[in-house]
T-cell receptor, first 115, second 111 residues
Framework: EPEVTQTPSHQVTQMGQEVILRCVPISNHLYFYWYRQILGQKVEFLVSFYNNEISEKSEIFDDQFSVERPDGSNFTLKIRSTKLEDSAMYFC?????????????FGPGTRLTVT | EDQVTQSPEALRLQEGESSSLNCSYTVSGLRGLFWYRQDPGKGPEFLFTLYSAGEEKEKERLKATLTKKESFLHITAPKPEDSATYLCAAAGGTSYGKLTFGQGTILTVHP
């Protein structure tokens, strides 16, 4: 069964450094999302992306964050200058064209640790 | 602002002991209520979508129901492999896919 994949599984970085989290959505999915989950807290929406544009973003998704679909398979989240509070599990999700935008299939996540 | 609250935070059951998880929501123009299962260190796994009050969905030992203010996930005769965190999420009328999640219920089923 096709799955969303994410790399790396764990990223450790120093405060102020740039990080890029990578996701490969399920083939023929056209809507893409990033969420994060700080340890012990709720899963929080960051951004949705369709047709090479951001459709919606949360207050968390400020100028330090950006997303890109650099080719036909990858979907990336970049944090320009990481802060300690960016430490969290980051999940990528995608939706099949024609399905409800909310029936999202999640990847296994990237654990980001900022020291 | 959309809000989703789940209870209880944790639930311990004996194998075969049926119970229910609750999800209360305050969402403007609900477009859907979603249940996910999350295993430790993994991403949420989609279980059900409910669109309107009175709707029910079933999958194996799980049944999800929806009212105008709440959703319930009923677990019938659970097995240890049902142990996981169950997440409820809602989508509001203006969202382009944004899901608002509850904090989850940690279910542990003892053999």
């Amino acid at each position: 069964e096709p799955e969303v994949t994410q790399t790396p599984s764990h990223q450790v970085t120093q405060m102020g450094q740039e990080v890029i989290l990578r996701c490969v959505p399920i083939s023929n999915h056209l809507y893409f999302y990033w969420y994060r989950q700080i340890l012990g807290q709720k899963v929080e929406f960051l951004v949705s992306f369709y047709n090479n544009e951001i459709s919606e973003k949360s207050e968390i998704f400020d100028d330090q964050f950006s997303v890109e679909r650099p080719d036909g398979s990858n979907f990336t989240l970049k944090i320009r200058s990481t802060k300690l509070e960016d430490s969290a599990m980051y999940f990528c999700a995608s939706v099949y064209q024609g399905a409800s935008l909310h029936e999202q299939y999640f990847g296994p996540g990237t654990r980001l640790t900022v020291t | 602002e959309d809000q989703v609250t789940q209870s209880p935070e944790a639930l311990r059951l004996q194998e075969g002991e049926s119970s229910s998880l609750n999800c209360s929501y305050t969402v403007s123009g609900l477009r859907g209520l979603f249940w996910y299962r999350q295993d430790p260190g993994k991403g949420p796994e989609f279980l059900f979508t409910l669109y309107s009050a009175g709707e029910e969905k079933e999958k194996e030992r799980l049944k999800a129901t929806l009212t105008k203010k709440e959703s319930f996930l009923h677990i019938t005769a659970p097995k240890p492999e049902d142990s996981a965190t169950y997440l409820c999420a809602a989508a509001g009328g203006t969202s382009y896919g944004k899901l608002t999640f509850g904090q989850g219920t940690i279910l542990t089923v003892h053999p």
